[in-house]
């Protein structure tokens, strides 16, 4: 790698970072209460350059977190990228998935903006591909099984939701579901059967962790779910890398 290409690499990873951290403030918000040109704008330069000092310590972690990581996962990308996606695509493959993550992290959901920023990102995967229908296919398992996930949660809130001490919020929701649907486009057939299988592995063994620190410290919470979007994200990064 050269010097030009290897700043152009950081350039662009510099700016996918501020384009997160501004998508994981900006399309959360509620559509009743849209995000008007002004604080838009006021909200991009908190994070352009670089970010700036906001509210709460968590939010200014994440910032800089966002900031800093795509510069060592553009070069690794760079260096070793995969004859499936090429370069770019797996570039902002993992954006996408670093911008739902976030999301879910701060918001515990997955905005339909989010999806349709991944189904795009994952139709041009698709035309690139050698045998498209295997995308089509993963996409319908991924939202078949993920649906299957949701349905299982909502029968398990309404067993038992009456023995709670307080409320958790489902393992999966509609959001998820459709983030399904576009694992299924980017990882394919029968790839989305791994993706999938991954994820509710290392969703069980972190239940499990869970499960014993709750123990250890008395403060066993029964009904207890951990959410499923962040496992899909590290269960598609194992099929995909």
């Not at 918000?29 to 670089?50: C, T, V």
């Not at 089509?136 to 939701?161: A, E, H, I, P």
């Amino acid at each position: 790698m050269d010097w030009i290409t290897l700043i152009g690499v950081v350039i662009s990873a510099w700016a996918g970072g501020v384009l997160v951290n501004f998508l994981a403030d900006f399309l959360p918000a509620e559509p009743s209460l849209p995000l008007g040109i002004q604080e838009s704008r006021q909200l991009f330069r908190s994070y352009y350059p670089w970010p700036r000092k906001k509210a709460g310590i968590g939010k200014q972690f994440r910032a800089w977190i966002v900031a800093l990581l795509p510069g060592p996962l553009a070069i690794w990308l760079w260096l070793s990228p995969s004859s499936r996606l090429g370069f770019p695509l797996e570039f902002l493959t993992g954006l996408f998935f670093c911008l739902v993550v976030v999301i879910y992290i701060e918001q515990h959901r997955i905005p339909l903006p989010a999806n349709l920023i991944g189904l795009l990102i994952a139709l041009v995967a698709l035309w690139r591909q050698a045998f498209p229908w295997q995308g089509w296919l993963g996409s319908l398992v991924g939202l078949f099984l993920t649906l299957l996930f949701f349905s299982g949660g909502k029968l398990f809130n309404r067993f038992f939701q009456p023995k709670r001490t307080t409320h958790h919020e489902p393992a999966v929701g509609f959001g998820d579901i459709l983030f399904g649907a576009v694992l299924g486009l980017i990882t394919g057939w029968p790839g989305i059967l791994e993706c999938l299988w991954i994820a509710l592995l290392l969703a069980g063994l972190a239940s499990l962790i869970v499960l014993i620190y709750q123990w250890s410290r008395k403060q066993y919470r029964p009904g207890y779910i951990l959410p499923l979007a962040p496992f899909l994200v590290l269960g598609a990064l194992w099929v995909l890398l």
